[in-house]
């Protein structure tokens, strides 16, 4: 079937970060390769809208949308979920696409599967990342008991950040442990029916083999060639002594154990500093801790800076720190190019290469590595070789067309 029309559907999309990015980018890549393509949400934030010039159709927008799960079964959820799938239902029908394309994250699989019952629909997923980082909060179908069997195996990679709280899901009502199982298994149903699914990472592509015993291929790729200086000159090694974070300041984050990094760096160096950009929940707790470090002053937060500016802070860095728990993570890939080394944690799933040369390094490696050596690895590091990485393996453009093949 050849494809025209591509529907990129999401049940909500949030303030602007990396998911939405990711989408805009991949919509924007696909029309520029001459598909007719139409993004639709349930609801999605103003700002997102604003940002792309592609046509949204959406049935709410606001400034702020929640994600927060919400198992309520009253008349009204119901009656919620039946003018959804009629919503998205007629729309689907008005534009016809020949092709639609979700995440397997929030429920958005399920949602189109529903809304298309007893029709045909030509279904790819991509699967941004492993429901494992998220907590109990955000995520709890990994503790259903289809994934009983397969719990074990995947969890032991990401028990030691303490952000899934086992017993805390034994304690949950009958009412909602029924439910998840529920949602489970419709989101099961749903990513079968897809006609492929498509992962990030192959961390993840294992994951859900595992979980829903179907195929998953990874197809990595985020930025736009935009994202890259023209000038790779512009990416030569920093000779500035800080540190950056930038992005939400959420908890999931671990901006804390980002502060720890920086502190060991802090003790060798006087002069060292830790950026700190971006806002978010987790602000005023991780104020109260930088105020309790030993070297307080030296750690800033900016808040919010314009992209041009938060430009030259990447370039300028000795390293930046990204300790998501997080496969795939943009904010790593867009300190990588411009040519800035990343710290990360080890459920980081990008290639080796960037392992090899110095330009990711492991949490655990820098914490039980001396400074010294640490530096010279950081100030050594070949900079334009990162942004050749980045340009031969993780652009939109080169790989977007691999999604509609």
Known sequence: MKI????????SSIAWGGGPRF???????LRNSGYEVSI?????????????TLPFITKTVSSEVQQRKNYDTGIGRIRRVIERALWLRRNLDKIQPDLVITTGQWESAIWLCVASLFKKINLKIFVYGSIFSFSNDNDI??????????FPNIYS????FGHIKKHLYDQLPLRVTLLNNIEALARRWAINRASAVFTLTDRVAREVEMMYGCEATPLPMALNSRDIPLDLECSMNSSNSYCLYFGRLIPSKRIDAAIDVFEKFAEHDAEFEMIIVGSGQDRERLENIARNSIYSERIKFRGYVSDADLLELIKGASFSLNLDIADFDLTTLESLALGCPVVVSKICDLRKEFYDINALVCEEEVLQTDV??????????????IVTLIQKHYLVEDKVKSLVA
């Open 141 to 150: 179908s990994k503790f259903s008991s289809i994934f009983y069997r397969v």
């Open 40 to 52: 639709v949400h349930f609801n999605c934030s103003t700002e997102i809208v604003e940002r792309s």
């Open 372 to 385: 010294t050596q640490l530096r010279l690895m950081f100030d050594q590091c070949d900079r334009n070789s």
């Open 4 to 11: 025209k029309r591509i529907v990129w559907f999401e049940t």
């Open 23 to 29: 989408m805009l980018n991949a919509c924007e890549a």
């Open 157 to 160: 990679d990401y028990a030691d």
